[in-house]
Nanobody, 122 residues
Framework: QVQLVESGGGLVQAGGSLRLSCAASGRTFSNYGMGWFRRAPGKEREFVAAISWNGLSTYYADSVKGRFTISRDNAKNMVYLQMNSLKPEDTAVYYC???????????????WGQGTQVTVSS
């Protein structure tokens, strides 16, 4: 079992930056691939970024590639999402997920946090 708590969301102007953090509890954190997902109003949840258990491999949705960076610190049980050049269409609730895996072309997680709201104003 892994418990996840996200933080760092807020209101930012277009072009600005935010850094999301995800604090994980549980001794098996370093065994899991981790990911970030988001759900915009009226839309389905979508994959944003993922990172392998050792941090050596990262994956991004095309919509955020080059603007967002996922990272992790296994010593601190933390995962981060640095978001730069934010756009109004990035507005969503962002969720951290543990045991994130790709099934064909679809990403999904096994354990989820409660989410943190990110709002980007134009």
């Amino acid at each position: 079992q892994v418990q996840l708590v996200e933080s760092g969301g807020g209101l930012v102007q277009a072009g600005g930056s935010l850094r999301l953090s995800c604090a994980a509890s549980g001794r098996t954190f370093s065994n899991y691939g981790m990911g970030w997902f988001r759900r915009a109003p009226g839309k389905e949840r979508e994959f944003v970024a993922a990172i392998s258990w050792n941090g050596l491999s990262t994956y991004y949705a095309d919509s955020v590639k080059g603007r967002f960076t996922i990272s992790r610190d296994n010593a601190k049980n933390m995962v981060y999402l640095q978001m730069n050049s934010l756009k109004p269409e990035d507005t969503a609730v962002y969720y951290c997920a543990a045991n994130t895996r790709r099934y064909g072309s679809t990403w999904s997680g096994g354990y989820w946090g409660q989410g943190t709201q990110v709002t980007v104003s134009s």
